[in-house]
């Protein structure tokens, strides 16, 4: 078990582009969770996944950003028309159960 | 609602030295209680966690952390700071049924040698 992977490590984009990220947690959990993180600030939900259900969104999900866990393993985040303010760490985890999240390293998005 | 406050937003010591990382939480249920550490460009590593049981909880590397309900705390401390140290450190609290972790703004630590 290599822990939570998050592809790409790192992302620059221009303003208006599209992006996609992945996010492969651990085989065995089948809770999987999405946050932002921007500078100096904590994590920030952003949407939760029990399977391949999408079971919680937060405010901060605009139209512009969309997640998907198809099969229920691994999960991609979208983030269409990119602008300045979208560049932030994305952070994905997962869990069996409450309280174990296992964090990933990150998907770092710089918008110019 | 569900929060937690990270008192300082930088903390210094020196190596060998005591670390206190102060952390409140506010929650109308008896929550779960969660300290991180992240190093720069990377993810959460998990420290230690409260869920109930035991009120003194020992952690990674040499942290604790004690719950005390009636002062809503959850302080994390070490007895002798090491360089390697040195990092960001989250707060986060959550509660039984809930989907996500609420996290503290953190505080980042300094190890002076």
């Known amino acids: 078990d290599t822990g939570v992977s998050q592809d790409p490590r790192h992302k620059i984009t221009k303003r208006g582009q599209n992006v996609t990220f992945r996010c492969d947690p651990i085989s065995e959990h089948n809770r999987l969770y999405w946050y932002r993180q921007t500078l100096g600030q904590g994590p920030e939900f952003l949407t939760y996944?029990?399977?391949?259900?999408?079971?919680?969104k937060s405010r901060l999900l605009s139209d512009r950003f969309s997640a998907e866990r198809p099969k229920g393993s691994f999960s991609t985040l979208e983030i269409q028309r990119t602008e300045q303010g979208d560049s932030a760490m994305y952070l994905c985890?997962?869990?069996?159960?409450?309280?174990?999240?296992?964090f990933g390293s990150g998907t770092r998005l710089t918008v110019v | 609602a569900q929060s937690v406050t990270q008192l300082g937003s930088h903390v210094s010591v020196s190596e060998g030295a005591l670390v206190l990382l102060r952390c409140n939480y506010s929650s109308s249920v008896p929550p779960y209680l969660f300290w991180y550490v992240q190093y720069p460009n990377q993810g959460l590593q998990l420290l230690l966690k409260y869920t109930s049981a035991a009120t003194l909880v020992k952690g990674i590397n040499g942290f604790e952390a004690e719950f005390k309900k009636s002062e809503t705390s959850f302080h994390l401390t070490k007895p002798s700071a090491h360089m390697s140290d040195a990092a960001e450190y989250f707060c986060a609290v959550t509660q039984t049924g809930a989907n996500n972790l609420f996290f503290g703004t953190g505080t980042r630590l300094t190890v002076i040698p």
């Open positions: 996944f029990q399977n391949e259900a999408q079971l919680e």
């Open positions: 985890a997962s869990s069996f159960r409450e309280g174990g999240y296992t």
